[in-house]
């Protein structure tokens, strides 16, 4: 066993209302530039659509992801090193960007500097690729079948529609749809890293997020094809590869991604996940696609279990992020309340951006034939709903709907139990139990998916800087420990040894020590507001409030389970 | 020894040799971001599919046969028993086959950079610069294969003059008489190559340097750490190696 934490999301599309706020936002702090126009790293879908860029979810056209050889062995679907090499001068799975759209602004000078006329002026579309006029019009956007728009020509040209054409209908009355928000997927198993010919894509050891060494990037180009969400992008103004960073700046402060900040739904949760990186490949082998889903859940390892916690620590796991781990959101929901799904786990990559199905509409089509569905009887619903559960079971469960039944019968014993308790005062433990659940786990899954608050959604620890560089010293924030200074920046007066060499390399730990520690720094009688000051910097109250009860609440599940 | 004697197989010569080098070091000490291919196959992937392979297979090609017929001395393939006639019928067809499909790559993606508008907009001065020492290049190139080799019924041989004195640089004795006689448009090849090598470090061109051959023996999955002081790539990668089914250490 060899332990990993990794930072994950989960989104829980029964609240995504699709004003695409966390495309904007996210657009605006990273792709707002020359060369970045058409990157969304975060883009939100309408289901069914055809996505962005078209059709990515078809891997028999694009590739992407990894399969199983007839030796059982995990290979990249496009091929391996050598062939990549063979094709390195002409990429044959590479998307050109009308795939995505072609980027253009307008000629908004037109509007002001048109000479006055009868019609008020336009300002044209212009292409940002060749600044010229765009003479056939706008040809495709981003959102471009934003609900469904166009769906009656296009609606079967959605690849999660093949097989299932009968269920998905685009006739007004017999129509559905939802929001998938999509960003990188922090694969635990990323087949972009592993197209990278020059390595310069990186899965960062602490917390699992996936990057583009800028410097390194060398333009081939197979990241893009390799990945089979199609969440690598080329920025032709560069000529390198760019993605979604998960906002690693504001992770590694604690704070999360700007699309969850900025979420209108509050549908987004981040928090650890601890897994076992001697068994991500004999997962991603696993042969049955439908046991994928159950095979990355047996990666994902368990922080309450103390085995787990030790070896967590042997790896070298700081503390505080096993106690982080163990309030993760995004375990409670993947793992302990088994609502959520990974995108396509078939691409074998075990994502890391996971889903919880959206259990609404629970309108039955058969409502125009008189049919009315009983609400405390949810389950035979679940068949009959809007959505069809094979269209879910395409896109979050390999097409096994079995398995999306699942969830949506939790969720739904959920709000039939929280709707007796409520509305009808009634406490029936029955309807937990149908979904094999108890009454408390019902009501702490109902906590965490209805009216959790910004600290319950977002469980981040900060980044350790001492394992990595000690910033505030190289930034010299502190001004007294300098060679041949007075020294004793964050340290006791009198206790630090005045003077260079040692006495920083103390004085740093120490500061290191108070800004880290959550719990138990009252050990040492004075401290100088100044460094109080700089410890908090960052996280601000609600960090400091966050640690400081979530310290006390964390000690005492993990006395009950030791 | 005149004054262009001087310049042009002397001076030329190890003034591009130096700029190559210093102008390489100089690059990829300070300018790693802009070292990359610059693909462009995201605007316009259409002729690139069969142009960008042709040009860079024919090219590397025709590098190599560079190579052969400069660096090993006449001598040599007479001893390993190969006459001088084989030996320009073998390098006339190779170098003549590598030409065309140079050529007809070349062709194709200068079609495709002047005629795509979304291409030409992402060309710099230094790559219209380098398209034009190419084209030069490539031309000169094939009329010396097919006019001066193959096609007549007296192939020079150029191993008997120029490349002794292209190897004589290389001894840091420059042997400008064996230039001396040599068609002009051997000479005038010569010259134009090492403009090209001068400039080289400063195109899009130092993308050959990166041919990621490492990507055959390398385990898939790599981690890197957050910290600056541990190594990168080579230490971690072998412990995830695991995921990707080569064997650990």
């Not at chain 1, 309030?327 to 995108?343: C, F, I, M, Q, T």
């Not at chain 1, 405390?376 to 390999?398: E, K, Q, S």
């Not at chain 1, 108890?438 to 009216?451: C, F, K, Q």
């Amino acid at each position: 066993m060899k332990v990993r934490a990794q930072i994950g999301m989960v989104m829980n599309l029964d609240k995504c209302i699709g004003c695409h706020t966390c495309s904007v936002t996210c657009k605006q702090v990273w792709t707002n530039r020359p060369g970045a126009e058409y990157m969304w790293f975060n883009d939100v879908e309408t289901k069914p659509g055809l996505g962005y860029p078209k059709r990515w979810q078809d891997q028999e056209q694009w590739k992407g992801g990894w399969e199983l050889g007839r030796n059982g062995k995990l290979k990249l679907k496009a091929g391996g090193r050598l062939k990549k090499l063979l094709s390195i001068f002409s990429n044959p799975d590479m998307p050109q960007i009308d795939d995505y759209y072609e980027p253009w602004t307008y000629d908004y000078d037109q509007l002001i500097k048109a000479p006055l006329s009868e019609h008020d002026p336009v300002a044209r579309a212009e292409s940002q690729l060749t600044g010229r006029r765009l003479e056939n019009g706008i040809q495709w956007g981003p959102n471009w079948d934003d609900n469904l728009a166009g769906a009656p020509e296009r609606i079967h040209q959605d690849p999660l529609t093949a097989g299932i054409e009968d269920q998905v209908k685009a006739t007004y009355e017999q129509a559905f749809m939802f929001y998938l928000p999509r960003i990188c997927e922090h694969c635990l198993n990323p087949s972009c890293v592993a197209s990278c010919p020059s390595g310069a894509m990186y899965k960062r050891e602490e917390d699992g997020i996936v990057l583009v060494d800028q410097e390194k990037c060398r333009g081939w180009r197979f990241c893009v094809s390799g990945c089979p969400y199609k969440k690598v992008y080329f920025n032709h103004n560069t000529g390198k590869a760019e993605k979604c960073t998960l906002c690693y700046p504001r992770i590694e402060q604690g704070q999360p991604t700007i699309c969850s900040e900025t979420c209108v739904g509050r549908i987004r949760y981040i928090g650890l996940v601890l897994y076992d990186a001697d068994r991500v490949e004999q997962a991603a082998s696993t042969p049955d696609e439908s046991g994928l889903l159950a095979a990355q859940q047996g990666v994902f390892l368990n922080p309450d279990d103390p085995e787990v916690r030790e070896q967590a620590a042997r790896d070298g796991i700081p503390d505080d992020w096993i106690r982080y781990a163990r309030r993760s959101p995004v375990y409670a929901l993947a793992h302990r309340y088994k609502v959520a799904l990974p995108l396509h786990p078939e691409f074998r990559t075990l994502p890391m951006v996971w889903y919880v199905p959206p259990l609404s509409p629970i309108v039955n089509t058969l409502e125009t034939d008189g049919y009315e569905a009983d609400p405390d009887d949810v389950f035979p619903a679940i068949d009959n709903m809007r959505i069809p559960v094979d269209y879910l079971a395409n896109l979050l469960a390999a097409g096994d709907s079995e398995v999306i039944r699942g969830v949506l019968r939790r969720l739904a014993a959920m709000r039939g139990h929280m709707r007796k308790r409520e509305v009808l005062g009634e406490h029936d433990e029955a309807i937990a139990a149908t979904a094999g659940m108890s009454v408390e786990e019902v009501e702490d899954m109902y906590r965490l998916l209805a009216i959790a608050k910004y600290e319950d959604r977002y469980v981040i620890p900060q980044a350790h800087r001492e394992l990595a560089d000690n910033l505030m010293e190289q930034q010299g924030s502190c001004g007294l420990d300098f060679e041949g200074g007075p020294g004793n920046c964050g340290a006791v007066p009198g206790k630090s040894p005045a003077g260079a060499g040692a006495g920083v390399r103390k004085a740093q730990t120490e500061i290191e020590g108070f800004m880290l520690t959550e719990e138990g720094e009252d050990d040492e009688p004075v401290r100088l507001d100044i460094i109080k000051m700089l410890g908090h910097r960052g996280d601000g109250s609600r960090g400091g409030s966050d640690g400081d009860t979530g310290g006390d609440g964390l000690a005492d599940p993990a006395g009950a389970a030791g | 020894m005149s004054f262009w004697d001087v310049l042009c197989w002397i001076m030329l010569p190890y003034a591009a040799i130096t700029v190559f080098i210093v102008g390489h070091v100089w690059r990829y000490r300070t300018d790693q971001f802009n070292w990359t291919s610059r693909s462009t196959q995201l605007l316009d992937r259409k002729t690139l599919g069969w142009a960008s392979p042709a040009f860079h297979y024919g090219a590397l090609a025709a590098i190599g046969g560079h190579v052969i017929g400069l660096c090993i001395p006449e001598s040599w393939t007479h001893a390993v028993g190969i006459s001088e006639g084989s030996y320009v019928w073998i390098a006339g067809v190779a170098g003549g086959v590598a030409g065309l499909v140079t050529l007809a790559g070349f062709l194709g993606l200068l079609y495709r950079r002047t005629t795509s508008v979304r291409v030409r907009q992402r060309t710099s001065w230094m790559d219209i610069f380098t398209y034009l020492l190419l084209t030069v290049l490539i031309l000169m190139g094939c009329w010396m294969t097919f006019g001066w080799t193959l096609f007549t019924d007296d192939p020079y041989n150029y191993r008997g003059s120029i490349a002794e004195w292209w190897r004589s640089l290389f001894y840091f004795d420059p042997d400008v008489e064996a230039v001396h006689g040599s068609p002009f448009i051997y000479q005038l090849h010569a010259i134009v190559a090492w403009l090209f090598w001068g400039t080289f470090a400063f195109s899009r061109l130092v993308h050959a340097w990166s041919i990621p051959l490492q990507y055959l023996g390398r385990p898939y999955i790599l981690y890197r750490s957050r910290s600056p002081q541990a190594e990168p790539m080579p230490r971690r990668a072998g412990e995830v190696t695991e995921t990707t089914g080569r064997s650990p250490r």
